[in-house]
């Protein structure tokens, strides 16, 4: 085998093993739903009127996302 041919194959299973990491890892990359008695949430219902609230996606009754 040539040193180009080498070269293709150990690029090749680099990219191959980087890809698969990457699937591995995705639910921990995945999001994560607040409960509605997390005591991080608690603040923003209760005085949401405070911030400018936005949110995004296809409907306005279930927004996916909300920034604050």
């Not at 990457?22 to 509605?36: K, T």
């Not at 400018?52 to 009754?61: F, H, P, Q, R, T």
């Amino acid at each position: 085998m040539t040193k180009g041919k080498k070269l293709v194959s150990y690029a090749f299973m680099v990219i191959f093993f980087g890809v698969m990491a990457a699937c591995a890892s995705y639910p921990e990359l995945s999001q994560h739903v607040l409960s509605s008695d997390d005591p991080q949430l608690r603040p923003l219902e209760e005085h949401w009127q405070e911030y400018s609230v936005s949110y995004a996606g296809l409907n306005n009754e279930i927004p996916a996302a909300l920034m604050f």
